[in-house]
T-cell receptor, first 115, second 113 residues
């Protein structure tokens, strides 16, 4: 049982380049999330998808776009990478039904450096 | 704004002792609070969820308390082991963001033999 799978695990980009971070879950979860984690800042929500077909902005959406491709997959795109987007990116999923007491399941992250 | 505060200083304890980590929050009236563990280079892993009316919850060597009056949760690890060394995060549901979570910055725990 893989849980939440993120690809790639590491990536180095030059300023202005674009890339897409991939995330897939095999738990039949309805809700999916993208967070970034920076030293001293903790985890911050970039975008979320409460259910298939919907996406919404989180705390720090600027410079990012997302696509909920289907129930399993939720991708994060950087259209024009900036050094401020150097971070560790985590994808997570939860059942998304039954109220707000659902735990989240995280992938192991994508470590992104932008030069 | 909604804030979650955890002790930013690392907690160093000796094996076998009880570790106690603190999570304080402001501008929240949460019905649930969650605790996660994060190891270096890995994503957070869910440990425990406690409801506002539960006051205390246990899972093996872990115990969580939840005081909505003090706006505080305490996370205890009894008979600590070196394998318990990790960063521990508390989390509350982020307002107006589906079921997304707002995380504290975490407290690093180091258990030495």
């Amino acid at each position: 049982n893989a849980g939440v799978t993120q690809t790639p695990k590491f990536q180095v980009l030059k300023t202005g380049q674009s890339m897409t971070l991939q995330c897939a879950q095999d738990m039949n979860h309805n809700s999916m999330y993208w967070y970034r984690q920076d030293p001293g800042m903790g985890l911050r929500l970039i975008y979320y998808s409460a259910s298939e077909g919907t996406t919404d902005k989180g705390e720090v959406p600027n410079g990012y776009n997302v696509s909920r491709l289907n129930k399993r997959e939720f991708s994060l795109r950087l259209e024009s990478a900036a050094p401020s987007q150097t971070s560790v990116y985590f994808c997570a999923s939860s059942e998304g039904v039954g109220g707000r007491n659902q735990p989240q399941h995280f992938g192991d992250g994508t470590r992104l450096s932008i030069l | 704004s909604q804030k979650i505060e955890q002790n930013s200083e690392a907690l160093n304890i000796q094996e076998g002792k009880t570790a106690t980590l603190t999570c304080n929050y402001t501008n929240y009236s949460p019905a649930y609070l969650q605790w996660y563990r994060q190891d270096p280079g890995r994503g957070p892993v869910f440990l425990l969820l406690i409801r506002e009316n539960e006051k205390e919850k246990r899972k093996e060597r872990l115990k969580v308390t939840f005081d909505t009056t003090l706006k505080q949760s305490l996370f205890h690890i009894t008979a600590s082991q070196p394998a318990d060394s990790a960063t521990y995060l508390c989390a509350l549901v982020l307002s107006n963001s589906g079921y997304a979570l707002n995380f504290g910055k975490g407290t690093s725990l180091l258990v030495t033999p």
